[in-house]
């Protein structure tokens, strides 16, 4: 069973910083791309950035201002996020997808950290 476990949300204000962390239990995540999404009240959830092999990658909306890393040896990855905006404002969710040594498919999500950006 994997577990994946956000911490870091909370308050900031316009072009402050906050820093999302996503520790994962069980034996996948070195196999894992890791993710981060975002999901605004009345709005569809969004990805925000991805790592896997070495490779980001981010939307336009957070390009240059978030940062995306990983530590395969605490199984954690991060979500550096600067110059926030109101817009920010979401409940962040972390997703590890991919398949184990022995083929199977996997996709797990965590329960999600509220972060809010506001004066």
């Known amino acids: 069973q994997v577990q994946l476990v956000e911490s870091g949300g909370g308050l900031a204000q316009p072009g402050g910083s906050l820093r999302l962390s996503c520790a994962a239990s069980g034996s996948i995540f070195s196999a894992a791309a890791m993710a981060w999404y975002r999901q605004a009240p009345g709005k569809q959830r969004e990805l925000v950035a991805t790592t896997r092999g070495g490779r980001t990658d981010y939307s336009d909306s957070v390009k240059g201002r978030f940062t995306i890393s990983r530590d395969n040896v605490k199984n954690t990855v991060y979500l550096q996020m600067n110059s926030l905006k109101p817009e920010d404002t979401a409940v962040y969710y972390c997703?590890?997808?991919?398949?184990?040594?022995?083929?199977?498919?996997?996709?797990?999500w965590g329960q999600g950290t509220q972060v809010t950006v506001s004066s």
């Open positions: 997703n590890a997808n991919g398949r184990t040594a022995g083929g199977t498919k996997f996709d797990y």
